[in-house]
């Protein structure tokens, strides 16, 4: 697995200018690896927008090193890296504290009488987009650790995580009107409860949307 991340050029619109809606984006990760295209082998890439200080990115976990070139399409030169990702999810144990930031799109499903599939609506509030990650935790290999603020006497334990960011991009599918999906950045502290399960979550995705930046969750381990 490599992890790929970009500066998108934002003081450039006229270069820029393509990436108005989410199959966008889409299309810009998956022309950055012509060989699959070539050889008819579509691999699904797990990729999201990260802004930190001012700058924004795009961030890409592959099986494969995307082409460098295609890559920065849209992003300022020289600044796309690519870094091997299997040493450090070898390197993970149970139990493990690390600092995590997540991408998704938090959803419930609602049975339809008759139908064997039931229909999809976004959580809408904090507290259930919260929640929808509180459930999820377990059965992805990891637990939330709430973290005491102690450079303050007497202050109350923080939350164990929070939400950083919520917004509704457009999407425009090739056929129908475009949909908005909710997207929601959470940052926090995790413990690894199951190392192939946690492995899995960081490799695979949580919840749905993963073709269009939903799902990919980043950590970094604590000293």
Not at 184 to 202: C, I, P, S, Y
Request: net charge positive.
């Amino acid at each position: 697995m490599y992890l790929s991340r970009v500066e998108i050029d934002v003081s450039d619109r006229h270069k820029t200018s393509g990436l108005a809606h989410l199959g966008a984006f889409h299309n810009w990760v998956e022309q950055s690896f012509p060989e699959e295209i070539a050889a008819g082998k579509r691999k699904r890439h797990l990729w999201r927008i990260d802004k930190l200080a001012g700058k924004k990115y795009l961030l890409v976990l592959s099986e494969s090193v995307p082409d460098l070139k295609l890559f920065t399409k849209y992003g300022i030169a020289e600044t796309a890296i690519t870094k091997s990702y299997d040493h450090f999810l070898d390197s993970i144990r149970e139990g493990q504290l690390m600092q995590f930031r997540l991408t998704a799109n938090p959803t419930y499903t609602v049975s339809q009488p008759g139908q064997k599939q039931g229909r999809i609506f976004p959580h809408v509030t904090i507290e259930q987009q919260c929640q929808w990650l509180v459930k999820r935790a377990e059965k992805s290999g990891f637990q939330l650790v709430e973290q005491e603020m102690v450079d303050v006497p007497g202050a109350p334990t923080a939350k164990d995580f929070k939400i950083i960011s919520r917004d509704h991009p457009m999407l425009h599918r090739k056929a129908g009107r475009g949909v908005r999906l909710s997207r929601v950045t959470f940052e926090g502290m995790l413990r690894v409860a199951n190392v192939a399960d946690f492995k899995q979550t960081l490799t695979k995705g949580l919840g749905r949307e993963k073709a269009f930046g939903m799902g990919l969750m980043t950590v970094i381990p604590e000293a």
